[in-house]
């Protein structure tokens, strides 16, 4: 049982009032283990009159005809750990000398304690105006609550806030449906971030008090349980939303206590210890993912409702401005202008009417939302169904016709999704809705994620997006069935959270799907196939070497066929897009088409051996570059003298522009003195940065070069580290910025440029580690693993290192190897979210691989290195 509540000392000192303030926070912790969640935030609402009242009393300010009023949060009576204490200092008469320094002195000692107090001194009239400007002001007003001070003032100023409020019922409600739906377009649109704003978040408590504020205004009451007396919510529906309103702030309450500060981002950093504070058990991943379920589920159910009752209100405060657009799409529902509706109230008594409302929405492009009435007879007939609805035959029926239609999935299945048909439909997909991963790799809730991949499907056929992805406009535009796509797309992760490969489960749940739904054999093999490897594709171009045919002949063995490559190159760039937005870009695109056009390429000839294949691209790279360089002026001979030194690796791993660019510069060089050559652009146009550099033989080359990119806040993507014949290195790295984009600033390149001048002539060290661990890093610990992989080149080694990504990793690892006297042939850098998968290709001084003394002395100073 937790102690008694401190009282306020008399007089209230800083030291003393500071010390209350402590043990009252001491206090909530405990309380918050046991007591109810709306107690909690009465209370230290209470308490913090007390101290005011007190305050009031003792800085004299009881002898003015001043009004302390509380408004806002604080002024309905509820106060969190951090929240604002907004206060407003009502007065009728001017303000004398003494009464202005009490009320600075009042709000200094405040301040001193450390309160976040807002406050404003204004007259009734000073009020209004105000209030007229800015409907923020106005919504203040409507929760004030009287604290000390002048009683005749105060209730004036309620009686006549009340009479004279300066917003109509119509342009109040028009500017909070404003301002709620510019607030979440800047969350993104989506309640299902994985750092979500509790408060301000699309269904978090700030939607609900927009409910509360419109109620208010329009009916002048203070009681939610006037909309149950007029009709607008049901009393079930009202209990709904205060459980979720409990939830929410129970967790917004922990956060507050957690962080010990004013926050109301669910950061990673805090997620563990809410997740304990609030009985989900010991600290850890699977206690923070059975929070973050719960907090899903409530901001899904705190939405829909929102959006009922707003359009509740709209139809009563604004009318009915879609009533003159009536149309009767069958017996059962209408179109209202944008909204569709049930024309009887039995509707949903017969459940495959679920299906043919959104069905109904596919077959009229007029059609975005759900009618609020339409939405509680949803909503009741999901609470009672007994059976997923793809028991019923006439429910598969629907659903493939949906799935089938041209727009089957754009709005209608993201009502489906909103309103949670998905998951009355598939029993499956009710397991993933609000299933978080608790990793910096996927940005939404599994459920969130597959409806955003769908969507992207979508979008390949939709006009209006076919230029962001024209390849993949290209291929679905020749598919035969693309719903096979979208229902690999529904089925790629819908095993995740059940433990085991989620890719293999996943394929038995699509098998069983489809002979649920009696696809051909053939198609459901192929959305089985498509779910197993989803993976398959950006492991591959991200992971491995696709300049090298061999890598590509056993990618397209897999693959099978020309069909199987369409869909899952389709399928892959719609997942990594849907994964986490930060993820996606023209590096990825790119190594992407590439693997796609060489597969293809493969695909569509007689099978030649890799060597063959080796010869015919190196070819068709010399004479593409030498056709460049001999428009630019060159002279077939010196370019060939040059080309001559080079290997076949540099010309089957480099595009043509990027030959023609590098030996232009090469050829202009007249001595070693001139050296190294330092190039940065994008000649291959894949949207990145390119740093070449071409210098002689220098041991710790690489190393020096990652430490510089490092200091310069530049990551590497992919590196190249081939030697000419004849002593001298040629480096080419693909790099980015931390944001994802190539680096074009012109001062920024001359200061890299310069950088590694200086270093690699030795004229400056190269530099240490400088980047602090970014704070979302520091909630992940991955352990480091260094694995050996195979290699087709005997005299290489090839090993994956796991790793806690971190600011200069390469450079780190760079190090190890330059004290181990190893060289760096490739790197393939690869960030999963917070933890780095990079691939290595490394020899020894004498170009042999490692023997097993070697790699496991590697493994060791790796790992000692980073975990240290």
């Known amino acids: 049982m937790h102690s008694a509540p401190p009282c306020w000392p008399k007089p209230v000192t800083l030291s003393s009032g500071r010390d209350c303030l402590e043990a009252y926070h001491t206090w909530s912790a405990e309380a918050f283990v046991t007591a109810d969640i709306d107690f909690l935030l009465a209370h230290r609402s209470e308490f913090i009159d007390t101290l005011l009242q007190q305050l009031w009393q003792q800085f004299e300010l009881h002898k003015t005809q001043i009004s302390l009023i509380a408004v806002g949060g604080y002024g309905r009576g509820h106060l969190h750990p951090q929240s604002d204490i907004d206060l407003l200092f009502l007065h009728e008469t001017d303000l004398n000398d003494t009464e202005q320094q009490a009320i600075r002195n009042f709000i200094q000692l405040l301040w001193d304690l450390r309160l976040d107090v807002g406050h404003s001194v204004r007259t009734p009239a000073q009020c209004f105006e105000q209030a007229a400007a800015d409907v923020t002001v ?142 989900y058990g010991e600290p850890g991943k699977r206690a923070v993912e059975a929070m973050m379920k719960d907090y899903f589920n409530a901001v899904v159910g705190v939405t829909e409702l929102n959006e009922m009752l707003l359009q509740f209100f709209e139809q009563t405060i604004l009318g009915d401005a879609n009533e003159a657009t009536r149309k009767q799409l069958d017996d059962n529902f209408e179109a209202i202008g944008s909204l569709i509706a049930a024309r009887h109230d039995s509707v949903f008594e017969t459940p495959e009417n679920l299906l043919r409302c959104v069905l109904l929405v596919a077959q009229n492009s007029q059609i975005k939302h759900l009618q609020a009435h339409t939405i509680r007879l949803l909503r009741n007939a999901r609470r009672v169904l007994r059976q997923p609805l793809n028991s019923l035959p006439a429910c598969r029926k629907l659903f493939m016709q949906l799935i089938s239609h041209p727009r089957g999935c754009g709005d209608a299945f993201r009502l489906m999704h909103k309103h949670q048909l998905l998951a009355h439909y598939l029993p499956q997909w009710q397991q993933i809705v609000g299933q978080m991963q608790f990793d910096l790799f996927h940005a939404y809730t599994v459920d969130e994620h597959t409806f955003r991949l769908v969507r992207n499907l979508y979008r390949y056929s939709d006009p209006d997006y076919q230029q962001e992805f024209p390849l993949c406009a290209e291929i679905v535009a020749t598919m035969d069935k693309p719903e096979l796509l979208y229902l690999a797309g529904i089925f790629h992760d ?145 370019v060939n003298e040059l080309w001559s030194r080079f290997t076949a690796d540099y010309f089957l791993r480099h595009q043509p522009e990027q030959i023609a660019w590098h030996s232009q510069y090469i050829l202009a060089a007249e001595s070693d003195d001139q050296l190294p050559i330092i190039l940065v652009g994008d000649e291959n146009n894949q949207g990145t940065t390119e740093l070449f550099v071409y210098h002689l033989e220098h041991e710790n080359l690489f190393a ?165």
């Open 494 to 638: 819908i095993a995740k959270g059940r433990g085991g490969d989620h890719s293999e489960l996943g394929e038995v749940d699509a098998l069983n799907f489809s002979q649920q739904h009696n696809l051909d054999d053939h198609d459901g093999e192929l959305i089985a196939w498509l779910v197993r490897n989803h993976l398959f594709m950006s492991v591959t171009a991200q992971k491995r070497d696709i300049h090298d045919p061999e890598v590509v002949r056993l990618f397209a063995e897999k693959v099978g066929s020309q069909r199987h490559l369409n869909y899952l190159y389709c399928l892959t760039v719609a997942d990594i897009r849907a994964t986490n937005s930060s993820l996606w870009n023209n590096w990825k695109a790119t190594l992407l088409e590439n693997l796609y056009q060489a597969t293809k390429q493969f695909l569509a000839q007689s099978k030649p051996s890799a060597a063959t294949e080796m010869r015919q691209r190196i070819h068709q790279h010399q004479a593409h570059a030498m056709g460049l360089l001999l428009s630019l002026g060159f002279d077939a001979q010196p």
């Open 704 to 868: 020096a070069v990652a430490a510089v990119l490092d200091s310069q806040a530049l990551s590497i993507h992919d590196a190249q580290i081939l030697a000419t014949r004849d002593g001298y290195v040629m480096d080419t790295f693909v790099v980015l910025q931390d944001d994802g984009e190539p680096l074009t600033d012109v001062r920024r390149i001359e200061s890299l440029k310069q950088q590694l001048h200086d270093v690699l002539r030795q004229r400056q060290p190269a530099p240490g580690a400088q980047r602090r661990l970014p704070r979302q890093l520091r909630s992940f610990n991955v352990p480091t693993k260094v694995e050996f992989v195979s290699e087709r080149n005997p005299r290489r080694t090839a090993f994956e290192l796991t790793a806690l990504d971190r600011p200069g990793l390469v450079a780190h690892v760079a190090k190890v190897l330059q004290a181990l006297d190893l060289n760096i042939l490739t790197a393939k850098i690869t960030t999963v979210g917070e933890q780095a998968e990079d691939l290595f290709t490394v020899t020894t001084r004498r170009n042999e691989a490692l023997n097993d003394e070697q790699k496991r002395h590697l493994r060791e100073q790796i790992i000692a290195a980073l975990d240290n």
């Open 138 to 279: 106005a919504t203040s007003l409507l929760e004030q609550r009287l604290i000390c001070g002048d009683q005749t003032l105060a209730d004036t100023f309620l009686w006549r806030v009340q009479r004279d409020f300066p917003w109509s019922s119509r342009a109040f409600y028009q500017a909070k449906f404003n301002e709620q739906q510019e607030r979440h377009q800047r969350y993104h649109g989506s309640a299902y971030n994985l750092e979500p704003n509790v408060k301000s978040n699309p269904g978090g408590l700030r939607d609900i008090q927009t409910i509360g504020w419109i109620a208010k205004r329009h009916f002048h009451t203070q009681n939610d349980e006037t909309l149950v007396q007029h009709g607008y919510i049901s009393a079930e529906e009202l209990l709904e939303l205060r459980e979720y309103q409990q939830l929410l702030g129970r967790i917004r309450f922990a956060l507050h206590l957690e962080a010990d500060k004013k926050e109301d981002r669910l950061l990673f950093d805090y997620q563990p210890g809410i997740a304990a504070r609030l009985g």
